[in-house]
């Protein structure tokens, strides 16, 4: 099952390579930075230099790529000299002070950070559901937040071989979203609990271990939705094109340290049977089934850590309404919902001319 690479994007993209880049990453010693570098390696983009940028805590840093020892680099505008692809993942801040700037001076930018998600003028991209929108780029491109990611690459041909009318999602989510604190502090308050010690929650509002929170991320007050909620609905419609869609979303932060999991229910405005469904899926890039139910298979995130593939398993129709189906999607948030995601848009855009 540990697939590491979408062999049917690669080949494409080796088969167009005419240049090699200087490409930074910025957040390099993050969790997403450093899937960023294995990611880059792994699908042979053509790299001619790497700049590796954190902030400057972490400067003079060493860490690998392609088998070689690189200095991690502290970020400035004179760092990205002669770089012509950025890859951010060192949150909003970094994005706000250096995107723009790096757009004006020719530097393409593609930002896993929510701070030009919505924006007007910036494409919002999962390459196998809406790689058009790229062509309309003007220096910045958005990585989608990693919920609407899986989800969306889910649902893409089921959208467009019937249409959905609305979407209902639950998530559960793993801590790795938050950043190494989180997975630290689930680590060491599972210890803490066996142990029979008491815990005291620092990156959450409460204890992680062996528990569940559906409000693990930041409230607004006049909804009463997480912003995580929120991302999805916004984006999802930014993504498909469609505000008319109907879109309704409860996030939860699970005890898991690696691989969101969703459970998606869609009423779509042409009967679609579950057969149909999968035959769909089946054919569709980036997508892998795991759906035997006489044997009990299905995706779970502790089997998928690791790879670049959106898995899809128990599928049903719903026993009431006969546009109704049900279904549960996993992928690493890490790879697909951040770091795979983001390089397939860069291999995109080589495969469109456009870098």
Same mark, same amino acid.
């Given at each position: 099952m540990r697939e590491r690479k979408n062999i049917e994007n690669i080949e494409e993209i080796h088969l167009m390579k005419t240049k090699t880049l200087n490409v930074a990453v910025v957040g390099s010693t993050g969790l997403v930075g450093g899937e960023i570098l294995k990611v880059l390696a792994e699908r042979h983009f053509p790299v001619e230099k790497i700049v590796p940028l954190a902030t400057a805590r972490s400067k003079g840093t060493q860490i690998s790529f392609n088998g070689k020892s690189v200095t991690v680099e502290e970020i400035s505008l004179e760092a990205f000299r002669?770089?012509?692809?950025?890859?951010?993942?060192?949150?909003?801040? !970094? !994005?706000?002070?250096?995107?723009?700037?790096?757009?004006?001076?020719?530097?393409? #930018? /593609?930002?896993?950070?929510?701070?030009f998600r919505m924006a007007p003028d910036v494409p919002l991209v999962v390459p196998e559901v809406n790689p058009q929108a790229l062509k309309n780029h003007n220096g910045i491109i958005a990585n989608p937040n990693c919920a609407a990611i899986q989800m969306l690459h889910a649902l893409k041909p089921i959208y467009d071989a019937v249409g959905i009318e609305q979407i209902i999602v639950s998530t559960y989510q793993a801590v790795s979203g938050t950043g190494?604190?989180?997975?630290?502090?689930?680590?060491?308050?599972?210890?803490?609990?066996?142990?029979?010690?008491?815990?005291?929650?620092?990156?959450?509002? @409460?204890? /992680?271990?062996?528990?569940?929170?559906?409000?693990?991320? +930041?409230?607004? !007050?006049?909804?009463?939705?997480?912003?995580?909620?929120?991302?999805?609905?916004?984006?999802?419609?930014?993504?498909?094109?469609?505000?008319?869609?109907? *879109?309704?979303? +409860?996030?939860?932060?699970?005890?898991?340290?690696?691989?969101?999991?969703?459970? *998606? %229910?869609?009423? +779509?405005?042409? $009967?679609? +049977? $579950? =057969?149909?469904?999968?035959?769909?899926?089946?054919?569709?890039?980036?997508?892998?089934?795991?759906?035997?139910?006489? @044997? $009990?298979? %299905?995706?779970?995130?502790?089997? /998928?850590?690791?790879?670049?593939?959106?898995?899809?398993?128990?599928?049903?129709?719903?026993?009431?309404?006969?546009?109704?189906?049900?279904?549960?999607? #996993?992928?690493? =948030?890490?790879?697909?919902?951040?770091?795979?995601?983001?390089?397939?848009?860069?291999?995109?855009?080589?495969?469109?001319?456009?870098?």
């Open positions: 002669g770089v012509q692809l950025a890859l951010f993942a060192g949150g909003d801040k !970094s !994005s706000e002070q250096f995107a723009r700037d790096l757009a004006k001076q020719g530097t393409i #930018v /593609i930002d896993n950070s929510s701070t190494k604190d989180a997975v630290v502090e689930l680590l060491e308050q599972s210890a803490q609990v066996l142990k029979g010690e008491k815990t005291t929650p620092k990156v959450y509002p @409460n204890q /992680i271990a062996f528990n569940c929170m559906p409000q693990a991320w +930041t409230l607004d !007050s006049s909804t009463l939705y997480t912003e995580e909620e929120l991302k999805v609905v916004k984006e999802t419609k930014k993504i498909l094109g469609d505000n008319q869609i109907k *879109v309704s979303v +409860t996030c939860v932060r699970v005890p898991v340290t690696r691989g969101h999991g969703e459970s *998606v %229910y869609v009423i +779509t405005k042409k $009967r679609i +049977t $579950r =057969n149909e469904a999968m035959e769909l899926w089946k054919k569709f890039p980036g997508i892998r089934l795991i759906d035997e139910p006489e @044997n $009990r298979k %299905y995706p779970t995130p502790f089997e /998928i850590a690791g790879t670049d593939f959106t898995y899809v398993g128990h599928i049903r129709e719903d026993l009431d309404n006969p546009n109704g189906l049900f279904f549960w999607v #996993v992928a690493d =948030n890490l790879r697909k919902g951040a770091a795979t995601n983001a390089v397939q848009i860069a291999e995109q855009l080589l495969a469109d001319g456009l870098l």
